[in-house]
T-cell receptor
Framework: DQQVKQNSPSLSVQEGRISILNCDYTNSMFDYFLWYKKYPAEGPTFLISISSIKDKNEDGRFTVFLNKSAKHLSLHIVPSQPGDSAVYFCAASVNTGTASKLTFGTGTRLQVTL | EAQVTQNPRYLITVTGKKLTVTCSQNMNHEYMSWYRQDPGLGLRQIYYSMNVEVTDKGDVPEGYKVSRKEKRNFPLILESPSPNQTSLYFC??????????????FGPGTRLTVL
């Protein structure tokens, strides 16, 4: 049962344009959402996060939007750069008070072309 | 440099031969975790530890053991590896604070092949 879903395995965007990566979740108990970026032969690195009490968080070229009623979040990258080419994982956290568990999506491979 | 290190980075072994993948962090983090990444399945949590001598199962713990005798180390043990444990493994660590999520830092990964 995949509680965090990234339905697009891959995405190709031209340099300078906007990249939009989508993520859906099913568990209404998730209270924190994160995006991780992963280059080949490296571990995932934290990119940006959003609390469930907010609907938008912005950090430079990266913005995450959260729509709780639709159980949907998206990552916008504007403008896209070739160095953004990587696999992006959406993740969600349930803080039960005794453990903070992170559930990952399957990832979307973004390719930014020249 | 603050980091999570894993060894070995690559390992090919045979079914049934016990192995240990080491994980160490130098950030004095309380929380450590092991994940495996498989095509089409994303990263799935194997085990986690909230502090020394405190460990618990994640989503896919079968066939794995862990220990947390020191704060900085969190080894993953496969007592009798099988081919379905062929995967890419990541160790991660973070500060631990109740009621507040803290960013997890990941190691570079260990690619394990079990023949």
């Amino acid at each position: 049962d995949q509680q965090v879903k990234q339905n697009s395995p891959s995405l190709s965007v031209q340099e300078g344009r906007i990249s939009i990566l989508n993520c859906d979740y099913t568990n209404s108990m998730f209270d924190y959402f994160l995006w991780y970026k992963k280059y080949p032969a490296e571990g995932p690195t934290f990119l940006i996060s959003i609390s469930s009490i907010k609907d938008k968080n912005e950090d430079g070229r990266f913005t995450v939007f959260l729509n709780k009623s639709a159980k949907h979040l998206s990552l916008h990258i504007v403008p896209s750069q070739p160095g953004d080419s990587a696999v992006y994982f959406c993740a969600a956290s349930v803080n039960t008070g005794t453990a903070s568990k992170l559930t990952f999506g399957t990832g979307t491979r973004l390719q930014v072309t020249l | 440099e603050a980091q999570v290190t894993q060894n070995p980075r690559y390992l090919i072994t045979v079914t049934g031969k016990k192995l240990t993948v080491t994980c160490s962090q130098n950030m004095n983090h309380e929380y450590m975790s092991w994940y495996r990444q498989d095509p089409g399945l994303g990263l799935r949590q194997i085990y986690y530890s909230m502090n020394v001598e405190v460990t618990d199962k994640g989503d896919v713990p079968e066939g794995y053991k862990v220990s947390r005798k020191e704060k900085r180390n969190f080894p993953l043990i496969l007592e009798s590896p099988s081919p379905n444990q062929t995967s890419l493994y990541f160790c991660a660590s973070s500060l631990w604070a109740q009621k507040n999520y803290n960013e997890q830092f990941f190691g570079p990964g260990t690619r394990l092949t079990v023949l």
